[in-house]
């Protein structure tokens, strides 16, 4: 924390438990295999809302992963979510995350997708963000089959996965295939100055917990590569960097005021605004990064109810019977 200013009297009182519990991440190129092997031996929940099958798809570079959580198998021209998981660009898994795609269609009673994207620093921009993409071509391409309207395909994912969403968004309104209907962006990594020399705004008040300046310099490091973010694909690297956000889909934004995202989520939701995109924003008092980990806290129920009346509001359509 710059000038060593704690934020812990800050947080939500519900929260704290949940902070004794998530893993304390001192993100290195040293450091990251012995991470990841410990993330790998965490069990998910033994029963998921909804069970997922298994899908390969064509990447741009060979066969990726996706999982498909259908919570009413059979129905047609329904709208659909493509999931992105988070991980800061260098950890994390679709398999391991399951729960979160399950969750995420019981809730909404849609179809969601979860696809296993490459990670940096294996694999730096654009590869995790094309996989993500080639995800989106394939629910276009298979949408009768999966019984989805690909007029109403919307992406979303946690923390990285938020960014890479944002991302796709992008990629989605810069090249002539299929179209995003609507981006929902849960504390979403979004600018790659922020916990470095260049941050525009050093904010005192978060990034202290969970999610620090040190990992997300790492992780967007990783994922540079050798990359210099000058040309017209820079938003799609570090979707603040894009230049011009008009005719993005309709947004939702949700970030926790200690999360080190704060302000580059606020800032983002305020230049899709000043671009004529429809934006909601919803800000969480005393709520770090990953804060709806503690899904019993009051903050996070609210959290959850806010993303689920907009994701009904964004894709499943006047006269839909919502759950």
């Not at 200013?5 to 939500?12: C, G, Q, V, Y």
């Not at 060979?62 to 950890?91: A, N, S």
């Not at 019984?147 to 992008?170: C, F």
Request: with cysteine.
């Amino acid at each position: 924390m710059t000038d060593a200013l704690s934020t812990r009297h800050l947080i939500d009182p519900q929260l704290l438990p949940v902070l004794e519990l998530l893993p304390e991440l001192d993100l290195s190129a040293e450091s990251l295999p012995a991470i990841r092997e410990n993330l790998d031996k965490v069990e998910g929940p033994a029963e998921l809302p909804v069970q997922p099958s298994e899908e390969l798809i064509q990447g741009p570079d060979g066969m990726l992963e996706v999982f498909w959580f259908d919570p009413t198998l059979g129905h047609k021209d329904r709208p659909c979510l493509l999931h992105i998981h988070g991980g800061g660009m260098v950890l994390g898994s679709a398999r391991k995350m399951t729960h979160i795609g399950a969750g995420l269609a019981a809730s909404l009673n849609m179809p969601v997708a979860s696809i296993e994207y490459r990670l940096a620093p294996e694999a730096p921009f654009p590869a995790p963000q094309e996989d993500c993409y080639a995800a989106l071509v394939w629910l276009d391409t298979n949408s009768e089959r999966l019984g989805i309207d690909r007029t109403r395909i919307g992406v979303t994912g946690e923390s990285a996965g938020g960014g890479l969403a944002a991302a796709v968004a992008q990629m989605s309104r810069d090249r002539p295939g299929p179209k995003v209907a609507a981006q929902l962006l849960v504390y979403p990594m979004l600018d790659h100055r922020v916990g470095g020399p260049n941050d525009p705004w050093r904010n005192r008040h978060t990034g202290e917990f969970v999610w620090t300046r040190s990992s997300n310099q790492f992780g967007w490091e990783s994922l540079r590569g050798d990359y210099v973010p000058d040309d017209a694909s820079k938003g799609w690297f570090s979707p603040s960097l894009a230049d011009d956000l008009a005719g993005l889909p309709p947004a939702w934004i949700g970030v926790g005021n200690l999360d080190l995202f704060f302000d580059e989520d606020l800032d983002y939701a305020r230049r899709l605004v000043d671009a004529g995109v429809p934006v909601e924003l919803h800000t969480y008092p005393g709520a770090f990064h990953a804060f709806n980990s503690m899904a019993e806290a009051s903050v996070s129920k609210s959290f959850a109810r806010d993303f689920r009346e907009c994701a009904l509001r964004l894709l499943a359509g006047a006269g839909q019977d919502h759950p």
